[in-house]
């Protein structure tokens, strides 16, 4: 365990930012899926099990990532840790599918892949601010 005290205010504020971009993310996942069951009703051929599979594995990632930061909220640095990384790796994969020619994922996936990506992104920022970092640096 971390100790958030030298800025807890801030730090705090990054955090709950954090959340609600996680927030975020799970309502952009979950609005996917809701659109890929309309589209299997009206246009069966652009969902595939791709679609069903990367919209229920992000909505889920989000969901566990909205307890883990309430995890590093608590001081927990190795919460802290696991998003960092994850918020500095997940939009390099992200651009990886939206640029990749033959995924298997519509346009449309590709939009919402995007949006995912950018708000992925902005927690990075939040994440790696200076008074974060320092809130959950190593102690030796």
Not at 53 to 77: C, D
Request: with cysteine.
């Amino acid at each position: 365990m971390t100790s958030t005290a030298a800025h807890p205010l801030e730090v705090r504020s990054a955090l709950a930012a954090v959340t609600r971009l996680w927030v975020l993310c799970a309502a952009v996942s979950l609005t996917a899926l809701g659109v890929a069951a309309i589209l299997t009703a009206v246009d069966p051929a652009d969902v595939n099990w791709v679609v069903w599979l990367r919209g229920a594995v992000v909505a889920g990632a989000s969901i566990v990532f909205i307890f883990v930061t309430r995890a590093a909220a608590r001081g927990n640095r190795t919460a802290y840790t696991r998003m960092r990384w994850i918020s500095l790796l997940a939009p390099i994969g992200i651009v990886v599918i939206i640029v990749a020619p033959d995924t298997g994922y519509p346009i449309w996936m590709k939009v919402e892949q995007a949006a995912v990506g950018a708000i992925i992104a902005i927690i990075a920022v939040f994440l790696n601010r200076r008074v974060v970092r320092r809130a959950f640096a190593r102690v030796r």
